[in-house]
Nanobody, 124 residues
Framework: QVSLVESAGGSVQAGGSLNLTCTAT????????MGWFRQAPGKEREFVAA????KALYADSVRGRFTISGDKTTTNLQMNNLKPEDTAVYYC?????????????????????WGRGTQVTVSS
């Protein structure tokens, strides 16, 4: 069992920055990857970024603006140059599954543990 808690999000203007932190407790030694997903109103949950060992994965929409870092107990998502379309509830997730391909870690079904989510709002 792994429990995840996200730090508080926030509201910023376009071009601003926010940092989200995910703290994991429990059987974190069994975690293979930590990820961030987001869900905007009326839209499906989408992949944002993940860290698997020393490797970071990013969605095309955030590459170059967001940076994920951390380990199995604390994962950070630094978000720079935020845009209104980044407005969403952001979820931290942990995967205990080991796959040979990175593409599996961009899918929400790979992650068995989720935080409750935190709101990020970007105004234009």
């Amino acid at each position: 069992q792994v429990s995840l808690v996200e730090s508080a999000g926030g509201s910023v203007q376009a071009g601003g920055s926010l940092n989200l932190t995910c703290t994991a407790t429990g059987r974190t030694f069994t975690t293979y990857a930590m990820g961030w997903f987001r869900q905007a109103p009326g839209k499906e949950r989408e992949f944002v970024a993940a860290v698997r060992g020393s490797k970071a994965l990013y969605a095309d929409s955030v590459r170059g603006r967001f940076t994920i870092s951390g380990d199995k107990t604390t994962t950070n998502l630094q978000m720079n140059n935020l845009k209104p379309e980044d407005t969403a509830v952001y979820y931290c997730a942990a995967s205990l599954l080991s796959y040979p391909s990175d593409r599996y870690y961009q899918a929400s079904r790979t992650y068995g543990y989720w935080g409750r989510g935190t709101q990020v709002t970007v105004s234009s």
